[in-house]
């Protein structure tokens, strides 16, 4: 069972921050938080995933709160093919997946 | 480099027939084997999965089985296809061994039409 908490959905314009965030309140202490995204009709996409120290790659950032009990993705520069469902799990060995936040990317 | 694939892309069947998804993996060995489906509009739920050839779990009691005949090949089936059995079907692979830090890896899915 998903064992996080993400609003439905979201709008960003694009080439502005979005910021996807993520409750995850009983998170154990050797639980990672992972991040995917599906576009439309496709598999999963994994984007980044982190313990407790913030993360960065080439896709986005990862800031998770120092209680871990809640996490944000960040894509820095949104574009509109970054239109897509985001999924945040919390991984204990099975990978459970909530429904996610449909984030569109607005002209 | 590792590669998964899934066939078919599309899939429509009558209802009462039965159903085979294939799924196989290049490049590694011993991997973790997931299947997976999406219901129109929802999140994906884990169906199955395998740690290695035979060895099957299952986390939902449904119309599907699984089955691992060999390493790298993992297959979904039923014997008689209900309506509610319509979906996006993915498969998933990750290293065997995978410590939490490791992620899975997923194909580009079968959408599954029971008319």
């Known amino acids: 069972d998903a064992k996080t908490t993400q609003p439905p959905s979201m709008d960003c314009a694009e080439g502005r921050a979005a910021n996807l965030p993520c409750n995850h309140s009983?998170?154990?202490?050797?639980?990672?938080v992972y991040w995917y995204r599906q576009i439309h009709s496709q598999g999963p996409q994994y984007i980044i995933h982190?313990?407790?120290n913030n993360e960065t790659n080439e896709m986005a950032s990862l800031i998770i709160t120092e209680d871990r009990k809640s996490s944000t993705l960040i894509l820095p520069h949104a574009t509109l093919r970054d239109t897509a469902v985001y999924y945040c799990?919390?991984?204990?060995?099975?990978?459970?997946f909530g429904t996610g936040t449909s984030l569109t990317v607005i002209p | 480099s590792q590669t998964i694939h899934q066939w078919p892309a599309t899939l429509v069947q009558p209802v009462g027939s039965p159903l085979s998804l294939e799924c196989t993996v290049e490049?590694?060995?011993?991997?973790?084997l997931y299947w997976y489906r999406q219901a129109a509009g929802r999140g994906l739920q884990l169906l199955f999965y395998?740690?290695?050839?035979?060895?099957i779990s299952s986390e939902v009691p449904q119309n599907l089985s699984a089955s691992r005949p060999q390493d790298r090949q993992f297959i979904l089936s039923s014997k008689k296809l209900l309506l509610s059995d319509s979906g996006f079907y993915l498969c998933?692979?990750?290293?065997?061994?995978?410590?939490?830090?490791?992620?899975?890896?997923f194909g580009s899915g079968t959408r599954l039409t029971v008319v």
């Open positions: 998933a692979w990750s290293v065997r061994t995978a410590p939490p830090n490791y992620g899975y890896t």
């Open positions: 009983t998170i154990s202490g050797n639980e990672y």
């Open positions: 982190g313990l407790k």
């Open positions: 799990i919390v991984r204990v060995f099975q990978f459970y």
């Open positions: 490049g590694t060995s011993n991997p973790n």
């Open positions: 395998s740690v290695g050839i035979g060895q």
